[in-house]
């Protein structure tokens, strides 16, 4: 059974940077995708990165675009995204997920079968 567990979350002041984490266990799949959604208060939850290996892809919401980065670590079951130049609006609970296809629509919730329990950020101003 797949499961995935975030860590890294934090209270940041605005400017500051963060690394969330996402680790894999039970996962068989030769490529996947792996991807960061962020859910805030009153709001729907939105993809914020994602990650295919098999073609080594990265995808960005326009609203991190320049400040986060999504990455593999050396263990292929380890996903990182680092968050620098954090805002108060980035303020959410951030959602590891992973399929093992390539995403049509990378930032649709649809296209993840696994999810992770979640990890708190907050940005303060």
């Known amino acids: 059974q797949v499961q995935l567990v975030e860590s890294g979350g934090g209270s940041v002041q605005a400017g500051g940077s963060l690394r969330l984490s996402c680790t894999a266990s039970?996962?068989?799949?030769?490529?996947?995708?792996m991807g960061w959604f962020r859910q805030a208060p009153g709001k729907q939850r939105e993809g914020v990165a994602a990650?295919?290996?098999?073609?080594?892809?990265?995808y960005f919401a326009d609203s991190v675009k320049g400040r986060f980065t999504i990455s593999r670590g050396n263990a292929k079951n380890t996903m990182y995204l680092q968050m620098n130049d954090l805002k108060p609006e980035d303020t959410a609970m951030y959602y590891c997920?992973?399929?093992?296809?390539?995403?049509?629509?990378?930032?649709?919730?649809?296209?993840?079968?696994?999810w992770g329990q979640g990890t708190q950020v907050t940005v303060s101003s």
């Open positions: 990650i295919y290996t098999g073609r080594d892809s990265t």
């Open positions: 039970g996962y068989t799949y030769n490529s996947y995708c």
């Open positions: 997920a992973a399929d093992p296809l390539y995403p049509v629509s990378w930032s649709q919730e649809s296209e993840y079968k696994h």
